[in-house]
C-alpha cells in the first residue's frame, strides 16, 4: 500500500487545509515541512516538473497535485 507524502511550510494557509482535509479523513500522511528541510525543494520540484507552490501532495510515487478550496 502507499502512502501520502504533504510538502509544505507552517504558515501556508493552503497547506493548513490540506492537512486538515487529510486529518478529518482518517489519511495517515508524512509531512515534508519545507522550510526546516530547504534541500527537499528539489525534490519536490524535479518531482512536479518544477512546481514550486505548496502544498504538493503525492500518493508512493504518484502526484496529485495541490491543494484548491
Given at each position: 500500500m502507499g502512502y501520502l507524502i504533504v510538502f509544505s511550510t507552517l504558515s501556508c494557509?493552503?497547506?493548513i487545509k490540506a492537512k486538515g482535509i487529510l486529518q478529518e479523513n482518517d489519511l495517515?500522511?508524512?509531512?515534508?515541512?519545507?522550510?526546516?528541510?530547504?534541500?527537499?525543494?528539489?525534490?519536490?520540484?524535479?518531482r512536479t516538473n518544477g512546481k514550486s507552490s505548496v502544498p504538493q501532495i503525492f500518493f508512493g510515487s504518484s502526484y496529485i497535485g495541490v491543494c484548491f478550496y
Open positions: 494557509p493552503f497547506c495517515p500522511f508524512v509531512e515534508i515541512n519545507l522550510r526546516d528541510h530547504p534541500s527537499q525543494w528539489s525534490l519536490m520540484q524535479s
